[in-house]
């Protein structure tokens, strides 16, 4: 299907309970945790969205899930109509008692997720969501203060799952106990114990989409060290881990025991530039700079190969990163001596030949101090002498206020935001600050580069919108706002015996759920 998926062309059985070990948190309530296993792994195979993200091509496009479709959206945009699908029914627990999903268990969840009192970290998303209105049982209204194509993509959140309305009227403490957890999705969880196991079944009453949901269950184990998580994959204790250390996914590269499946993150290494600073207000030293930057030699070097060459978007949008065979025509990712030379053709350009001295802030949290490292031999390879300054160890307190207040020249970086468009690039790179491009620490400012972010933010037409994100990109890429470098990796590893498995750069659990077999 796809390079995220390993396909098995034979038909699956029924039955078998997959064992995982990964790290499990203590809040269950989906609108309120930040912890990945309780929206993916417990969630995921228990709920539904409203739309998710497509795992087919092209991956990662908003596709419906308990929504009929794709919303209807007449006139200016600003009104989005959904349908409910009429067989999409709750589990058979109370008080719900397997009866069907409804316009209104959507609208309460979205009320939910909005309201200040249940603290949802979610809930600035929806700040452009002006009412929620039931039209009848099945349908429901969107009213939007401006029109936002990304809110599509927003519902597939990994933790915006739709409850039904018993259980998101009860308000902050709504999800506590294994009893709360009450999907529309082919799992039911059986039991919960925070930081330690939990334990999932096959829905009882049947799932609603036919031929899906194989296996009989999950057991799920709480273990974070990497050793002994590939310890307990090879000794048979478990099926399935997560890692995202290189070396020890490489213990199962040739083994045709296990299948390893990997994707990556929306987590971006960066060359923060301060566009405030004389030197590089000149877009001919910032695409300088971005030219110097060797990005596949960040990767190999740091991640050990873990990682994918990116720009403005990252790897981890599939459906709106820009392909690989147009990113290696732009400036900064052509062969190394070509970019060198240009490199340094452009700071002679900008009356910068013998080059300069600058200082580089960073920090050593998340790999950044290790990529630092790279970027600054690359610099020096185009004659830019860098002084580092190391803030230390804590990214919240002493690096990101720095990036805030523009209390730097340079700094190398990470960034990480959801893979859709507005999250990566208006968000990044409009000039209004305060209002749309609030993470533009850099200061970059395109008038012409602002009417095309907007307008992109207004298609709801993917495709067309596609287009138009791939022309920002190309813009970007040509004169930079930030320097950026791509993506790193995450992995996943299987006994051989699980089939179907899959790992995407965006949340979904769902795919699991529904398409992964064990082989008796």
Not at 496 to 504: D, I, K, L, P, Q
Request: hydrophobic share 40%; proline share 6%; net charge neutral.
């Amino acid at each position: 299907m796809n390079q995220y998926t390993t396909p098995d062309p034979n038909k699956p059985v029924a039955g078998g309970t997959l064992r995982v070990l990964g790290t499990i948190g203590s809040i269950i309530d989906p609108h309120r945790t930040n912890t990945p296993t309780e929206s993916i792994d417990i969630w995921g195979r228990v709920g539904n969205f409203l739309i998710r993200n497509t795992t087919k091509d092209p991956i990662g496009f908003p596709e419906a899930d308990l929504a009929a479709s794709l919303p209807e959206v007449p006139g200016d945009g600003t009104v989005l109509i959904f349908k409910i699908r009429p067989e999409a029914k709750w589990q058979n627990r109370a008080p719900v008692s397997g009866r069907a999903v409804t316009a209104e268990d959507v609208k309460l969840t979205f009320e939910r997720i909005k309201d200040p009192a249940v603290k949802s970290p979610r809930a600035g998303n929806y700040g452009n969501v002006e009412s929620i209105t039931v039209v009848d049982e099945r349908t429901l209204q969107f009213k939007l203060k401006a029109p936002q194509a990304d809110l599509l993509s927003i519902m597939a959140d990994q933790y915006d799952f739709v409850l039904p309305k018993e259980i998101s009227s009860r308000g902050l403490d709504a999800v506590k106990t294994a009893a709360d957890v009450i999907g529309s999705g082919p799992y039911e969880l059986a039991s919960f114990e925070a930081g330690q196991k939990f334990s999932l079944k096959r829905r009882a009453d049947g799932y609603w989409r036919p031929n899906t949901a194989w296996l009989d269950g999950y057991e799920y184990t709480h273990q974070t060290d990497p050793q002994q998580l590939t310890n307990a994959l090879r000794a048979g204790q478990a099926d399935a881990v997560g890692l995202s250390t290189v070396d020890h996914v490489k213990a199962f590269e040739n083994d045709k025991g296990y299948t390893i499946v990997k994707a990556p993150t929306s987590t971006r290494e960066c060359l923060l530039i301060n566009h405030g600073k004389e030197r590089y207000k000149d877009p001919r030293v910032r695409l300088a700079l971005s030219r110097a930057i060797n990005r596949k030699q960040v990767y190999d070097t740091v991640f050990g190969g873990a990682g994918i060459v990116g720009g403005p978007m990252t790897p981890a949008g599939p459906a709106w990163v820009l392909p690989d065979a147009e990113l290696k025509k732009l400036p900064g990712y052509g062969d190394r001596a070509t970019e060198i030379k240009e490199a340094k053709a452009l700071l002679a350009a900008a009356g910068l030949g013998t080059g300069f001295e600058e200082t580089v802030l960073t920090v050593t949290a998340f790999s950044t101090e290790q990529v630092h490292e790279v970027v600054l031999s690359n610099l020096a390879d185009v004659g830019i002498k860098v002084k580092t300054e190391n803030v230390g160890t804590d990214f919240a307190a002493n690096f990101l206020p720095r990036e805030v207040q523009r209390q730097y020249n340079l700094a190398t970086t990470l960034f990480l935001s959801g893979a859709y468009p507005d999250a990566q690039l208006l968000l990044y790179h409009h000039s209004d600050t305060k209002t749309k491009g609030t993470r533009n620490y850099g200061d970059f400012a395109s008038k012409e580069l602002d009417v095309k972010l907007e307008k992109q933010s207004t298609m709801y037409d993917a495709k067309a919108r596609q287009a138009l994100v791939w022309e920002i990109q190309r813009d970007l890429i040509n004169a930079p706002g930030p320097a950026w470098m791509g993506s790193r990796m995450v992995f996943g590893v299987y006994n051989s015996r699980v089939r179907n498995v899959a790992a995407f750069p965006f949340a979904a659990g769902y795919w699991g759920a529904e398409n992964v077999w064990i082989k008796s």
